[in-house]
């Protein structure tokens, strides 16, 4: 018993990349050729460089003729490759890469991250036009749906940068594109480019303001928020 559990560990084991099982039917590789080249990994992690069809279909449900036409489909996917190779007394041989695998599984890879990316820009700006719709309490006009645009566009204002100005917008009791536009500009300016800046910013604004003098003791005052008027800058 205990020889056969030290029979098992000597088996060692192979570590692959998660990923490939994530993305290989978008890579456009089936099951049992995803089994295949596990075991072409295998045969090479163990020194056989060049396991034969014969020695693959031995260890899966496939016959001898269906693993030589896959071997032959993956080389003709550009997924291996058979490469020559030398030994150290000078003997030539073959062997299988599995190079344009990973380095297919690194295209699908990073594709699959910047296609996420452009999902969540495009899932933002529509909740930007939304957000803006709700404030203003109407839908938006073709000009201002063309600034929004501008601003994302050619200005390269972050959409949650966008919506920081609304809201420092509504706080000053002054929604209009106009002022909108003026603090994007002023936060550009100042090389803001998170909400944690911009809320900094406008505290730093505000503390510098000058607050009214004038009480009157008869009639109670209601505390009004400060803002800072970024026309007037």
């Known amino acids: 018993m205990k020889e056969n559990l030290i029979q098992w560990f000597n088996e060692g084991n192979i570590t692959f990349p998660s990923a490939l099982l994530t993305f290989y039917k978008q890579m456009g590789i089936n099951e049992e050729e995803l089994v295949l080249l596990l075991h072409v990994f295998s045969f090479q992690e163990k020194g056989n460089e060049f396991p034969t069809p014969s020695e693959i279909s031995s260890r899966m449900t496939i016959s001898l ?10 080389v003709q996917k ?3 490759e058979i490469q020559d190779g030398h030994s150290y007394d ?10 344009p695998l990973w380095e297919k599984l690194i295209e699908q890879f990073l594709m699959n991250t910047k296609n996420k990316y452009i999902e969540k820009q495009q899932q933002e700006e529509t909740d930007l036009y939304t957000c803006f ?3 203003f309490g109407r839908p ?5 749906c063309e600034s929004l645009a501008m601003w ?3 200005d390269r204002h972050d959409p949650i940068i966008i919506k920081s100005a609304l809201r420092e917008a509504v706080i000053s009791g002054k929604l209009n594109f106009r002022y909108i536009d003026r603090i994007l500009f002023e936060w550009k300016r100042n090389g803001i480019k998170t909400i944690e800046q911009a809320k900094n910013h406008g505290r730093k604004i505000r503390q510098h303001q000058p607050q009214q003098r004038e009480k009157k003791e008869e009639v109670p005052q209601t505390k009004n928020v400060p803002f800072y008027n970024w026309l007037e800058q």
């Open 65 to 74: 003729t269906q693993c030589s036409d896959m071997l032959r489909r993956l």
């Open 78 to 80: 550009g997924l291996i």
């Open 90 to 99: 000078g003997i030539r041989f073959e062997k299988y890469s599995l190079q």
């Open 133 to 135: 719709e709700q404030e």
């Open 140 to 144: 938006l006009s073709p000009f201002e």
């Open 152 to 154: 994302m566009d050619d």
